[in-house]
């Protein structure tokens, strides 16, 4: 067992130099697939998504007020399980969730689907991706745990931004540079085991830079057009029942699994844990989790 905190600083000292040679080294090996959070199919995702359904639906609850004849944009709706949830809220008129992954998009429609309920496929970041209809049509959006996979969030927050009518709300969640999801991903990146395996990987994992935030201010947002209504850090956990679930948790979100060939994948797992109970993202005995420093920002439209 090593100690983590000197381990992960020299894999974070890694991975900065990584970050220094510039953009055209996060070009990496997609193997055909969408350049996004790309560890899961969409099956396995549905269900080993319990941590992201509670946080999702808490937060909810805590700071939107659903109002008649709501329209609501979910970008980075995944697998649709959050879209459901608010289409049942009273008032809600419609919603709308959007993904870019197909096969996400696809599974949604299939298993996700209601009345009042749509699904398209688009790049939150790229807004030629989106339907002229978009436009001002949506008085809600949430974007819940999706922002840590895009690079470009200014792109992303205006492009969500055009999407709202006058004093639209959005809520989101988002993994900071402390948290200890990223601080796992950053030392698994940079693993001296396994980094051959990543070869030009390094971890889609863009954290809410630490830096825009203050006591309920983000310059970030405040460039893109809204007005905070509030922020903050959180930290959220959760129980699994065994040591499987929490690894079929941790399989959904790692992408660097993708790169690991099937028979060393049980090692490359092992190794994970021991960062992860290092990083305190996970317990000693692999039975909870633990999310912390994420960004829970609620904003209005200026
Ligand atoms: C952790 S999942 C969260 C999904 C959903 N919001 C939930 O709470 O279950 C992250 C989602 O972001 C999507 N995503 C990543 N990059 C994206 C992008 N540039 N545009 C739209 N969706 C994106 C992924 O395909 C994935 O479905």
């Not at 699904?119 to 809600?140: C, L, M, N, Q, R």
């Not at 001296?192 to 203050?214: A, H, M, N, R, T």
């Amino acid at each position: 067992m090593f100690c983590g905190r000197r381990v992960a600083a020299t894999f974070v000292t890694v991975h900065r130099w990584r970050l220094l040679k510039g953009p055209s080294s996060f070009v990496r090996v997609d193997h055909g697939r969408t350049l996004t959070m790309d560890a899961t199919t969409a099956d396995h995702y549905s269900r080993n998504r319990s941590f992201q359904q509670s946080v999702g639906v808490k937060v909810l609850q805590q700071y939107l007020r659903w109002e008649g004849g709501d329209t609501v944009l979910d970008a980075g709706c995944g697998t649709g399980e959050i879209c459901t949830y608010i289409s049942q809220q009273p008032g809600v008129a419609s919603v709308l969730g959007f993904d870019v992954s197909a096969e996400f998009v696809s599974f949604a429609s299939q298993y996700n689907s209601a009345p009042n309920v749509r699904y398209d496929v688009a790049d939150v970041s790229d807004i030629s991706t989106y339907k002229p209809e978009w436009e001002g049509a949506f008085s809600k959006a949430v974007c819940l745990y999706v922002l840590h996979w895009v690079r470009d969030k200014a792109a992303a927050l205006r492009a969500i931004h055009s999407c709202l009518t006058s004093r639209g709300e959005i809520l989101l969640l988002c993994d900071t540079e402390e948290s200890s999801f990223n601080q796992t991903s950053l030392i698994m990146a940079s693993h001296p085991k396994w980094q051959p395996y990543l070869g030009e990987f390094v971890p889609i994992v863009f954290p809410w830079p630490s830096g825009d935030l203050g006591k309920n201010r983000s310059r970030l947002m405040q460039e893109c057009g809204f007005e905070v209504l509030s922020c903050h850090i959180e930290q959220n956990h959760q129980h699994f029942e065994s040591k499987a679930k929490l690894k079929e948790w941790l399989r959904a979100v790692f992408p660097h699994l993708n790169y690991i060939p099937q028979d060393r994948q049980e090692e490359f797992f092992h190794d994970l844990l021991e960062v992860a109970r290092d990083t305190r993202l996970a317990s000693t005995d692999a039975l909870y989790i633990e999310v912390t420093a994420t960004l829970v920002l609620h904003a209005r439209k200026l």
